[in-house]
Every structure is written in C-alpha cells, then in structure tokens.
C-alpha cells in the first residue's frame, strides 16, 4: 500500500512541478511518457486502454456517452459491432482494433490497420502467394491465379484445376435480357435457352443500349451453314451517290438451304469504288431458304459500281451497288428561317417532330436520303427531288436532348456553303434512371430548393446553385439553404420526428412535390447498384470539408441516362453548424431504423462508390426526390 500511495503522491508532485508525468522515467519528454520498467522481455509492457465490444460502443448511443468532450477517447474493440447495431457513432466498427471518437463526425473511427489482404481494400507492393487446405492464390504482375503459384503471363486471371471447372453466372433467359447495358464481351450461361437445354451466351453487340447476344454451345444451336448464297439476286433498297454520307440503304441477298444455325455479325469493304462497307448483324439462319439484309454504310469515293465479296455460312459471293454522281444542288442554305416544330425541346425528354429548312436555287435533281445525330438527336432527311428553285428541306427529328442550353444544328447539302441552325434546349427537370431487373424510376434531376433552370448535369464541376436546401428528417419546412450562414443556427431544434413522419407511401409532412417522395432505403440501392460513378469538381480531403467550394460531386450514369449528386455536406444535429461540404454528399431516406432517432440515408466521399447508411433525424441532409 505504501509503494502505491508513494506513486500516486510522485505522479502529483511531476504535474505540479514541470506540468508533466514520467512512468519508470524521471525527465519524461512530453505530458505522459512512459519507458518500459524491463526491456528483455520477463515482464509484460505496454498501455492497455478500455477494452469494449462493437456493441457496447453502440449501446452508449442511446446513453449520449460519447460526444464533444470525449472527442479523441482511445478504446480498443475486441469485437466488431453486429451488423444491425453498426448505425450512427459505431457505422463503421467492423473488425477489432483501436478506435477513436471522432467528434465532428460524431462516429468511431480506426487507427491504424490490422488489416490482412483479405480483411480490406490496399495495395500490394509485390508479387503475393497465399495457400489456404493445399489451394494456391497467387498475385503477380497485376495478374491473378487461382490453383497456381505464377499465373500465364498471357492471362490477367489463371484458373488451374485437374478436378473442378469454372461457373459461369447462371440465369433465366428472361432474367439476361434484363441485364441493364450489358458489356460488350458480357457471358452468363442461360438455363432455360434453347427449349431449356441451356447455353452460355456472350453479348457480342458493341452498343450495351442494343444487346446482342450470341449461343457458344455448338451441341445445342448449330453454325450457320447454306446451300447457296444468291448475290445475283440481291436487291437494293435506296440511292448511292458519290461524296454523301450513306442513310438509310440496304442490300438483300436471297439465301437457300438454310440450316438453322447462327452467324455472327460481319462487315465487308467495298472494292471497285471505295469507301463503303455492307454490315451484317449477328443472328440465325432458317430452315430453307431465307435472307439476309446488310446496311450500306460509308461515303462512295466515286461514281461506278462497288463491289462487297461476302461471306456467310460457308458460303461467298459478290454482290453489287451502283453508285451515281451527286448531280443535286442548291444556290444557299436559309438556316436563319429554318423551323423546328414542336418547338420545344427539354433535355433528357423523348421528342419526336420536324425541322424545314428552306433552300434557293434548287436543280430539280434527285438525291438521297441523308441522316447525322447532334446532342442526342437524329436528324434524317428523306430521299427526294429538289424544287426548280426555291422549296424546302424536311428532316426527321427523334431521340432526347443529352445537354441544355443553346444547340447548334449543322446543315449541309452538297458543295452548297452549310449554315447552322441554332435552337435551345431547357434543363430536364426529370430522368428515368435503371434500377435493375430491365426497370426504370423517374427522379427529380435537381436537389429539392435547387435553382431548376440550371443545367443539372454540367460535365466539369456543379455551382451553389445546384445544392439546394437542407432538411431535418420528417419534417416538411427546409431548415437551411446554400447560402445560410456556417455556424451553429439558433433555435436549432434537436427533437427528431415521430416514426412514420415519412414513408414509402407519401406522407402530409413528405416536401417533394406531387407525384414524387423521398426514396426508400431500396430505392437507393437499387439506383447506386445499377449505376456507374464518376467524380466531377474538386473534392476536399480535409473531413470537415470546405465551405466555400461548391464544385464536387458525383455522378450517375446509366446509358445515356444521369443524375448529378452535389457534395452538400451536412448541418450537424446538435446545433445546425454546416459540415463536409466538398468533402461528402448527404441525401435523406425515408426508411427508419430500429433505433428510433437514426433513418437511413445515402451518403458518399471523394472516392468508392456511394452506400447508404444511418443518420440523426436533427441532421440537416439535402433531398433527391423519386416518383410515386
């Protein structure tokens, strides 16, 4: 007793005397040192701090155990929080380890790593090699082997196995055609294809908007193979002229003793005049005799005849296209007149209508039909025959406007000087995004209180403009804007809303408007999982943000479909004070959790993809509005 209350009297005369302590060590160098009492390793050392399971941590949530003042307490977590209970402070005690409380996030956060290649993400610094029961797992040169130490040079993924195979993901067929923009080189096998045979299947189309996808089970679909291919009576559809890019031309070539089998898709250059090439998709032969249709597409170098030596099915030919001179001509272009009808063109939206454009001085020759694409719509001009004199030029419009603003729309005829017709396009105040299984969801394209008339998708960073307002959960007022003030607000109210204030199905106190609501926790998962991100602006890497940077945020895609999420941060829920802001994005679910003052939310960083987790109800998050 006499040895204890000597050291305790010791430690009070080193902080009265120099402000600091030693343990084992009398000129200790900073507040606290302390020197091991052995160095040779008879006796046990070190600092044990609080030792404390995931859950306990989570416990005290409801307690209000840890906050400001205990911003910086070190524990040591023996085990992982359950996975219900990793919400809130402990969102991410997920593995044993030290933590500390990290005030401002108001979450636990790890020190250091205990991490293994198989417990977190990193980066390996040479070749590695692990066996787990007699099985290799190699990593060398940025290739991968599985069952082999050093995996073929030729191969980024070396499966080596004398007694099991490969497994292909395996899905109905219904089930493959929903895949959302699948990937050029995609494989699933598909179970019930082929009247349930089953085949593995690889989409061999390069645009992932028009799948197509092709059999590799010889056992089950045969290879294409005819009797005869007929080019001498081929059939062509449409008028080649010389020096104009080609639209809307075909070539069809009768075939006999067909087998049923498939083909891929082909594409064969002209010879004779040059420039063109005669496209065939992939597909299947039929019994009998059948045809088959390629696409004339290139600009003819000269006037005469091109010639296409095809093949298919085991079977060649070659098959014949007339081209003319371009004779047409017009004295000028009236862009300045031109009318676009429906005149109307909002970004993101289906529009299908007309743009004429006068001409002067017309030959009254025949020309072609003629097509480009501009900022996602597909302008085509039929083929006709020019007025002898002034008369008009009547294109086609289809598609949906990929950007807003001011769209300039090329026009050009022959040798004839082009002009521009110039047309603006309104910010789309809606998008169908993939949400999986071949499905799509409305939601709003700006952040509830955002400014609407701005682009919501700009390609290289966001404004203020685009951040909208700040909402406590349940509740339907905003309780900040982008241009509130930083620091805490007063009168800041920290009760959060009853349960059921917000719900799947729209409640009184829901802000969005009619026909939309807050997304539920699936909804986000469905969108963050059928999506691709991309990052735009400048991200902060400070963890309370930047408040005057306004640029980041992250971006969604799905073909040509996006939604842009600005990195808002968030208005902390204890007094109102803006947080993150550059450095994270917060986005309100309506799906609570089993503790009554935590909801989900959507949330992302800098970097990785975006995840939903749990936040305050007090919190101020920004809204993204989905249809009902």
């Not at 040895?3 to 005369?13: A, G, H, Q, S």
């Not at 130490?149 to 070396?158: E, G, K, M, T």
């Not at 005829?413 to 105040?429: D, I, K, Q, R």
């Not at 993809?609 to 809204?623: E, M, N, Q, R």
Request: hydrophobic share 35%.
């Amino acid at each position: 007793m006499m040895k204890k209350t000597n050291l305790l009297i010791l430690i009070f005369l080193s902080v009265f005397s120099f402000g600091q302590v030693g343990i084992n060590n009398p000129t200790p160098h900073a507040t606290l040192e302390i020197t091991a009492k052995k160095t040779d390793g008879s006796t046990s050392e070190g600092v044990i701090p609080p030792r404390l399971t995931g859950n306990a941590l989570f416990a005290a949530i409801a307690a209000g155990t840890y906050g400001p003042n205990q911003y910086g307490a070190i524990v040591f977590v023996t085990a992982p929080a359950d996975e219900a209970n990793r919400v809130g402070q402990t969102a991410h005690v997920d593995d044993f380890g030290f933590y500390y409380y990290h005030g401002d996030l108001d979450q636990w956060v790890k020190l250091g790593s205990g991490s293994t290649i198989y417990r977190t993400d990193g980066i390996l610094t040479g070749p590695r090699h692990m066996t787990m029961d007699g099985n290799n797992l190699g990593f060398t040169g940025g290739r991968i082997g599985m069952g082999i130490v050093s995996p073929n040079p030729s191969a980024i993924l070396d499966l080596t196995s004398t007694q099991t195979g490969f497994l292909f993901p395996r899905m109905l067929k219904t089930e493959m055609n929903a895949i959302a923009n699948p990937a050029y080189g995609l494989f699933v096998f598909c179970t019930d294809c082929f009247n349930n045979s089953g085949c593995l299947m690889v989409n061999d189309s390069q645009d992932p908007g028009v799948p197509n996808w092709g059999s590799l089970c010889s056992s089950n679909v045969a290879t294409g193979h005819i009797a005869d291919l007929q080019c001498t009576s081929a059939v062509t559809a449409g008028v080649v002229h010389t020096g104009v890019a080609l639209s809307g031309v075909s070539v069809t070539v009768p075939y006999t003793g067909g087998n049923g089998g498939t083909y891929p898709a082909a594409s064969f250059n002209s010879t004779g005049v040059t420039g063109l090439a005669a496209n065939l998709d992939g597909g299947s032969l039929v019994n009998g005799n059948g045809n088959l249709v390629f696409t004339i597409t290139g600009i003819a170098s000269a006037a005469g005849t091109a010639s296409f030596n095809i093949t298919v099915g085991e079977q060649s030919c070659t098959v014949t296209v007339e081209v003319d001179d371009f004779t047409a001509s017009v004295v000028s272009l009236e862009c300045t007149s031109a009318t676009l009808v429906p005149n109307a063109l909002t970004q993101g939206e289906a529009y299908t209508g007309t743009l004429t454009v006068p001409y002067t001085g017309g030959n009254g020759a025949l020309y072609p039909q003629q097509s480009f694409t501009q900022n996602g719509l597909t302008f085509t001009l039929p083929s006709g025959t020019l007025a002898s004199g002034n008369g008009n030029f009547v294109y086609n419009v289809t598609g949906s406007a990929t950007a807003s603003g001011a769209m300039s729309i090329p026009i050009s005829f022959g040798s004839t000087p082009p002009c521009n017709v110039s047309e603006t396009v309104s910010p789309g105040t809606t998008v169908a995004m993939c949400m999986g299984n071949g499905t799509t969801r409305v939601w709003m394209a700006h952040n509830l209180g955002a400014d609407t008339s701005l682009d919501p998708n700009p390609t290289t960073m966001v404004s203020s403009g685009l951040h909208g307002n700040y909402y406590q959960w349940g509740k339907k007022d905003p309780v900040a804007n982008v241009s509130t003030p930083l620091s805490p607000i007063v009168g800041w109210d920290t009760v959060g809303a009853p349960i059921g204030s917000w719900g799947a199905v729209k409640t009184a106190n829901d802000p969005c408007p009619t026909g939309f609501r807050i997304p539920a926790n699936i909804e986000w998962n469905s969108l963050i999982n059928n999506t691709t991100r991309i990052s735009i602006g400048t991200f902060s890497n400070n963890g309370n943000g930047d408040p005057s940077n306004f640029t980041a945020a992250a971006v969604l895609t799905c073909g040509n479909s996006k939604l842009t999420f600005p990195a808002n941060g968030y208005r902390r829920n204890g007094d109102g004070s803006l947080n993150a802001r550059a450095s994270m994005g917060s986005y309100w679910s309506c799906t609570e959790t089993t503790v009554s003052y935590l909801v989900q939310s959507m949330y992302f960083s800098s970097t990785g993809g975006l995840s939903v987790s749990a936040d305050y109800k007090p919190s101020g998050l920004a809204i993204r509005c989905i249809s009902e």
